[in-house]
């Protein structure tokens, strides 16, 4: 499982991270991107913090779907995360923060930066973009913010950021936690900034 395999964060402590760095001659104040499977924010975030310990990290889910920052769920429009759970592969110890993003902001974005930018990716890259936007307004002083733009938009024809509505009803139900994500929320998620 992609949640819980550890080459995953393997994979970005050894690429991303170092790319990350070499890119940015190591003056990164906070790294950010919306959270899946973990492990992009774990990997690239203990690459960084073997660097520099005082760069920002922060993890990023729907505002329809709070769980680290609200320990809520719903239904949302972002693909890729807002999964309903603390995968095995994240790391919550590294996490300063969570940043919420709606779908329509995300969508919106997306859509934004193919039209004005030229990159036709994802709702989650949008979203991730929406993120750096807001962190930025509410931490002014941090100079090199980074995020990712970690797909193609060639997988989102059939979806609201090709301008297809799709509509799938969703019953309102409880969404209860495993005991794994509720023994990291306790641990961690009260010393987290959240941005919105």
């Known amino acids: 499982s992609q949640y819980t395999n550890q080459n995953n964060v393997v994979a970005h402590y050894l690429t991303t991270g ?21 492990g992009t924010i774990s990997g690239v975030g203990k690459y ?19 769980m680290l920052a609200r320990r809520k769920w719903g239904s949302h429009r972002i ?12 790391d919550a110890s590294l996490l300063n923060g969570v940043f919420l993003v709606t779908s329509e902001e995300a969508i919106e974005m997306g859509k934004k930066l193919a039209r004005e930018e030229g990159l036709f990716c994802g709702i989650s890259s949008g979203a991730n973009v929406v993120g750096a936007i807001k ?4 931490h002014p002083e941090l100079k090199v913010i980074v995020t990712l733009i970690n797909d193609t938009g060639q997988r989102y024809f059939s979806t609201p950021l090709c301008s297809v509505e ?31």
Do not use: M
């Open 48 to 66: 960084l913090r073997e660097r520099n310990p005082k760069i920002l990290l922060y993890a990023g889910e729907p505002s329809e779907a709070p």
């Open 135 to 138: 962190l930025a307004k509410r």
């Open 79 to 90: 693909e890729g995360i807002g999964d309903g759970f603390v995968p095995r592969n994240l």
């Open 166 to 196: 799709k509509h799938i009803e969703i019953p309102e139900r409880e969404h209860p936690f495993d005991d794994y994500t509720i023994a990291e929320l306790d641990k961690y998620q009260s010393g987290w900034e959240i941005i919105e």
């Open 18 to 38: 170092p790319e990350i760095w070499e890119q940015t001659e190591g003056k990164v104040d906070a790294f950010l991107v919306t959270q899946g499977t973990g």
